[in-house]
């Protein structure tokens, strides 16, 4: 198991700009070129889509990095934030809770459609105990899972996971049930998602 402990955790969500598809087609090799640089912290990464996977949202990585100057750095000095490619950037430190890579999980494969979503839940909603996050690893269900953080590192603003699920009702599950998730998110967003990178 990849455990990254050297720097400081990062969320960064990546949303496009309507009618900008064209650029990032145009751009992607050098998209990618960037995110080899940052490959050994690199947690999880790949494209979001919208609920029914019909239309692209944005991009998400999550990476291990120096520190707030270097997270800052990694997402505005993306070449398509550059470029114009998206509208705005999400950037929060986040918490490995469950200490590994999208990579070491097992079942998702690089640029397919594997039932993946995107679960970003606002608020200050707890992080599972370990019993309950255990029962998840064990269902081969959870890519990934944390808090995001200000930039303290202790102040909770919300929580991310990647997970895999039948549906988008079945991925919003993660954060909890019913009353529940309402009384501690005050907003909850459900995407697809793929394992994004080079195939």
Request: net charge negative; hydrophobic share 40%; aromatic share 10%.
């Amino acid at each position: 198991m990849t455990v990254f402990t050297a720097g400081m955790e990062f969320f960064v969500f990546h949303r496009d700009r309507p009618g900008s598809l064209a650029l990032r087609d145009d751009l992607l090799q050098e998209h990618w070129s960037y995110m080899d640089r940052f490959a050994t912290g690199m947690i999880a990464r790949g494209p979001v889509f919208t609920a029914d996977g019909e239309n692209l949202v944005g991009s998400v990585h999550i990476a291990d990095l120096p520190d707030l100057a270097g997270g800052r750095a990694f997402a505005l000095e993306e070449p398509y934030y550059q470029a114009g490619v998206f509208r705005d950037v999400l950037l929060r430190r986040w918490r490995n809770v469950l200490g590994r890579t999208m990579w070491e999980f097992p079942g998702g494969t690089v640029g397919e459609d594997d039932g993946g979503y995107l679960v970003l839940g606002l608020g200050s909603g707890p992080v599972p105990d370990s019993e309950a996050t255990d029962e998840m690893v064990t269902q081969d269900a959870l890519v990934t899972y944390g808090p995001l953080l200000c930039d303290d590192g202790r102040t909770r603003v919300g929580t991310v996971a990647l997970v895999q699920a039948a549906s988008a009702a079945e991925a919003r599950g993660v954060l909890g049930s019913g009353n529940d998730v309402d009384s501690q998110y005050a907003v909850v967003e459900v995407y697809r998602w793929q394992f994004g990178g080079r195939r």
